[in-house]
């Protein structure tokens, strides 16, 4: 008796199985933000111009917060492009690695263009004043 009440479940949605209430914020909107966090302390460590090497390390401190900011921001807008222009399906010509290549931009592609250009873009516009 209890299979047939397995077996006719109600048809939900595959989103509503990842839904996590226990946070005020999603866990992807936190991740961007740690993404960002992450790829502007490396981009002022890592970075030899001399705009960066002549800062300071408040300038850089500066920079890396309005860096994640923007960085974040970013994220989230191409998330948002993201969503609105994904295609449902995709058709290639290219064989099995055009698919996957194609496949794995629509995952995280827009979000880590718009996490680059978002982070360099704080970066520049702090340094740039010292």
């Given at each position: ?13 595959d989103?509503d ?6 946070l005020p ?12 966090f ?16 002549r800062a300071?390390f408040f300038a850089?401190a500066?920079?890396v917060?309005?860096g994640t900011l ?7 807008l ?12 995709v058709f290639?010509?290219?064989?099995f690695?055009s698919?996957?290549f194609?496949?794995?931009?629509w ?10 250009i978002g982070?360099?873009l ?6 740039s004043?010292?």
């Amino acid at each position: 008796m209890e299979q047939n009440n397995l077996d006719r479940r109600d048809p939900q949605n595959d989103e509503d199985d990842y839904i996590d209430d226990t946070l005020p914020v999603p866990v992807k909107v936190l991740g961007w933000a740690l993404a960002a966090f992450a790829f502007a302390i490396f981009a002022v460590t890592f970075n030899n111009s001399g705009m960066v090497l002549r800062a300071g390390f408040f300038a850089k401190a500066f920079a890396v917060l309005v860096g994640t900011l923007l960085g974040w921001g970013g994220a989230l807008l191409g998330d948002a492009i993201c969503r609105f222009a994904r295609p449902s399906a995709v058709f290639t010509t290219g064989g099995f690695f055009s698919l996957v290549f194609t496949k794995l931009f629509w995952i995280a592609g827009p979000q880590l263009i718009g996490m680059g250009i978002g982070v360099m873009l704080g970066l520049s516009q702090v340094l740039s004043r010292i």
